[in-house]
């Protein structure tokens, strides 16, 4: 049977198992201090004063609303060409999601759209870094309401020098097995230079011994799941400089072609590589991709207007037609990237 190259993959090897094995046979599996560490390493990492880690970004992202005190009558500003996470985790505060079509032409939200869409209800917005490039901070900023910059696709990632995350009240962070570092399958975390919203999500994640007047969760990670994390983050440099590199020959190998979006390769995390195709071609060319052993996806399962009930997203919806991801990941080999870009020339 011919081989495939898969869409992604984790890169996990000995020392992931070894720190695995380590903590299996300590004894102590559930949260402990190897939490405490992962959440000093990642706080040090984005520059921010500290950390909570949970059991997926997905409950990261319920619980950083919850800290900021969101809920019923509120509305909070989503990217419409994203994941449904963002959906299920403002629906479950009670507030209602208020989604924001795309760029012209590009991935990311665009925040004249929000701006005509906030209102005095509007309690936060969640700027998604989609695929690992760098969403419109300055105009999240500028709303003027507390600003969530989901960096479930962007770990790593930079602008103006500076780690993405740092720039809004609480940074979230997912370790699902194909995400920049994973803790060895699901894993979340809230970054934060708020010690207070820190501390109020590590009292929510937890309900043991406790008044049960406050509604708490058990979304707590485990010092295994933390184990791998501490090790994925000691790699991460090297994971982004990797990355950087199969883009850098993806750019060059497909300069002319009319599929690249233009993007800072200097500030991009390189989460994923999607070509843009004319609506119509994009789905033939993964079928003809496939035939060749290179799986590529539709990076975006759709966009969430049409979970809402519909309404007018031009953008996201060219966006979602014209999308195809090709693979892009640390452990992708050398002779596997040069299939990758003959199947794509060949494809095209
Ligand atoms: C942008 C974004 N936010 C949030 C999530 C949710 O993370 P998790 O799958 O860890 O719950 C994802 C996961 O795919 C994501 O891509």
Redesign the pocket.
């Known amino acids: 049977m011919k081989k495939i190259i898969p869409h992604s993959r984790p890169t996990l090897g000995r020392a992931e198992a070894a720190a695995a094995s380590r903590v299996l046979l300590s004894g102590q599996v559930a949260q402990g201090p190897e939490i405490a560490s992962f959440e000093r390493e990642a706080a040090d990492f984005l520059g921010l004063r500290a950390a909570a880690a949970v059991s ?4 990261a ?1 319920e619980l950083s609303l919850d800290a900021l005190g969101v809920g019923a009558g509120h509305e909070v500003l989503i990217p419409d060409y ?2 449904s ?2 959906l299920h985790a403002v629906r479950r505060t009670g507030a209602e999601p208020v989604l924001v079509d795309c760029e012209d032409g590009g991935d990311n939200a665009d925040m004249r759209d929000a701006a005509r869409k906030r209102t005095r209800r509007t309690k936060a917005i969640i700027l ?1 870094h ?1 695929f690992g490039e760098t969403a419109d901070i300055a105009g999240a900023r500028a709303l003027g309401v507390p600003l969530i910059e ?1 960096c ?2 962007a770990l790593g990632g930079r602008f103006h020098g500076k780690p993405l995350g740092s720039f809004g009240e609480a940074c ?1 962070l ?3 097995a194909t995400k920049m570092i994973t803790t060895g399958g ?3 975390m809230v970054v934060s230079s708020h010690q207070g919203l820190v501390e109020r999500i590590r009292d929510l994640r937890e309900y043991d011994e406790k008044p049960a007047s406050t509604p708490r969760r058990n979304a707590k990670l485990t010092d295994l799941q933390a184990a791998v994390g501490r090790v994925q983050l000691g790699r991460l440099d090297s994971f982004l400089r990797l990355r950087a590199k199969i883009a850098a020959a993806y750019d060059e190998a497909f300069r002319g072609l009319d599929v690249l979006i233009p993007r800072d390769p200097e500030e991009s995390a390189h989460f994923r590589y999607v070509l843009r195709l004319n609506a119509g071609r994009r789905d033939a060319v993964a079928r003809r991709l496939l035939r060749l052993g290179v799986s590529a996806r539709v990076p975006i399962f759709r966009p969430l207007h049409h979970d809402m009930g519909g309404g007018r997203f031009p953008q996201a919806e060219r966006a979602w037609k014209e999308s195809l991801s090709i693979p892009l990941y640390p452990s992708l080999s050398p002779s596997d990237q040069a299939k990758v870009i003959a199947a794509v020339r060949s494809a095209l």
């Open positions: 997926t970004g997905t409950t992202l994203s994941c996470a963002l998604v989609l989901d479930a696709q979230v997912s370790f699902y699901e894993g979340g």
